[in-house]
């Protein structure tokens, strides 16, 4: 899987946009992006996923770059229930080893 | 749909007891997978099914066994327990067709061996 790079933290006031930054710039041609998150003493919640199309769900949107080698994940409106530790993963979707998490974003949301 | 959930949440255990670890998904996901988080680290895979009647090996399954006689269900099991296997446990589980990074994880066992 490719390795990605996060920033360690941020802020974003409750009702703003969120949006997370991941750099992948090692991504293969067909490794997806994926993105979970893990609230304080919770199990890890999958967000979303792309390849290279911008992607949207009830949750999140995704914006890849157009040449993959980084996405951003919005938070459209955030709030307190969302902050938690984001993590960007990059793999191929049929690769049964475990999931890297690796140290992710901690988002902070404040009133 | 309740998704996935894991029985017990809690429990401790002394030395060398046993214990077995339920894991149960109710979206008729072909994969499913045990994995341990120490405070402060990442996950660890322990082990995981791509089917029913199938098991592999993860990253750390020395100490541990697992089943999955049924599609819902994925058995974890500590013959011995040792303190070293204090953590907390989730499973998780994902499509086949979707691939294996979209899983979808419990809500966690916390297991204390003294």
């Known amino acids: 899987d490719a390795k990605t790079t996060q920033p360690t933290s941020m802020d974003c006031a409750e009702g703003r946009a969120a949006n997370l930054p991941c750099n992948h710039s090692?991504?293969?041609?067909?490794?997806?992006v994926y993105w979970y998150r893990q609230i304080h003493s919770q199990g890890p919640q999958y967000i979303i996923h792309?390849?290279?199309n911008n992607e949207t769900n009830e949750m999140a949107s995704l914006i890849i770059t157009e040449d993959r080698k980084s996405s951003t994940l919005i938070l459209p409106h955030a709030t307190l229930r969302d902050t938690a530790v984001y993590y960007c993963?990059?793999?191929?979707?049929?690769?049964?080893?475990?999931?890297?998490f690796g140290t992710g974003t901690r988002l902070q949301v404040f009133p | 749909n309740a998704g996935v959930t894991q029985t017990p949440k809690f429990r401790v255990l002394k030395t060398g007891q046993s214990m077995t670890l339920l894991c149960a998904q109710d979206m008729n996901h072909e994969y499913m997978y045990w994995y341990r988080q120490d405070p402060g680290m990442g996950l660890r895979l322990i082990h995981y099914s791509v089917g029913e009647g199938t098991t592999a090996k993860g990253e750390v399954p020395d100490g541990y066994n697992v089943s999955r006689l049924k599609k819902q269900n994925f058995l974890l099991g500590l013959e011995s327990a040792a303190p070293s296997q204090t953590s907390v446990y989730f499973c998780?589980?994902?499509?086949?067709?979707?691939?294996?990074?979209?899983?979808?994880f419990g809500p966690g066992t916390r297991l204390t061996v003294t």
């Open positions: 993963i990059v793999r191929a979707p049929y690769n049964t080893d475990k999931l890297i």
């Open positions: 090692t991504i293969s041609g067909n490794e997806y």
């Open positions: 792309g390849l290279k």
């Open positions: 998780a589980s994902s499509f086949r067709t979707s691939g294996s990074g979209e899983q979808y």
